[in-house]
């Protein structure tokens, strides 16, 4: 039996995404103590000024999830600036075209190496349980998608495919561009607002660690998200043809 999804799954993947950061968060109801704060217990209980230390340690930690969150997004934006946000954010599997330039001469998936990087980066607002199950979630669902792509990939690309496999890393960049470029040229605008969700989530979690106040997060993350699918509907609007009108029967 294959690990991999199934194209009923990959279509459906940003419910499941959302799912698995959704349960996560949903610990707190089982897991009251917050993932940051019990390092900070472990590390400091019983030591001289515990309780500063502790709490000086949780703005680190919140702070160094705001970090990650934001390389998640350049990852994920370098990627989208080179594959289209179209394909991308489309349902259906798409195998048309193999793309090795930008961020896929390191990685071949770099955007679900940002999605790990984002669970890491918010998984800091979530309980010890919940932590662990938003990354270790994360990592089961990417691994089940890349492995998906990779048989459709390999069934339309065949043997140019299973060379640029063995020369770049499934999900751990290498420091030095493993195939040469093509000379393709990206679009940074059509790759950031593709993935303005993913720098709300950055720009949510930077407010927070800033504030410590929740509600400042979800404000901050939501209108992001407006934002995001109010472009993305007018975008699409867009690039609708235009519909000609009727010719006159007095022509």
């Known amino acids: 039996m294959s690990f991999a999804a199934s194209e009923w799954e990959f279509r459906a993947r940003f419910w499941f995404i959302f799912g698995i950061f959704a349960l996560g968060f949903q610990a707190y109801w089982l897991d009251h103590v917050n993932v940051c704060a019990w390092i900070g217990v472990l590390l400091y209980r ?24 934001g390389l998640a997004a350049l990852v994920r934006t370098w990627a989208g600036a080179y594959l289209h946000s179209s394909i991308i954010h489309d349902a259906g599997l798409h195998s048309e075209q193999l793309v090795a330039d930008g961020p896929y001469r390191r990685v071949r998936n770099p955007l679900y190496l940002g ?72 679009d940074w605008v059509d790759g950031f607002t593709g993935e303005l969700f993913m720098w709300s989530a950055a720009a949510a979690m930077a407010v927070f660690t800033l504030t410590l106040k929740i509600h400042y997060f979800w404000v901050t993350f939501g209108a992001g998200l407006a934002i995001y699918f109010l472009q993305a509907w007018m975008r699409g609007r867009s690039k609708k043809p235009a519909i000609e009108p009727p010719s006159s029967s007095n022509s």
């Open 46 to 69: 019983g030591q001289e000024n515990a309780d500063a230390r502790i709490d000086h340690l949780i703005r680190v930690l919140f702070a160094a999830g705001t970090a990650v969150a």
């Open 115 to 186: 999605n790990m990087l984002l669970a890491i980066g918010v998984g800091v607002l979530a309980s010890r349980s919940g932590f662990v199950a938003i990354v270790a979630g994360m990592a089961i669902i990417v691994y089940r998608l890349i492995l998906r792509e990779e048989i459709t990939l390999l069934a339309s690309q065949g043997e140019g495919y299973r060379r640029y496999c063995a020369a770049v890393p499934r999900l751990w960049p290498a420091l030095a561009p493993r195939v040469p470029a093509s000379g393709a040229k990206a």
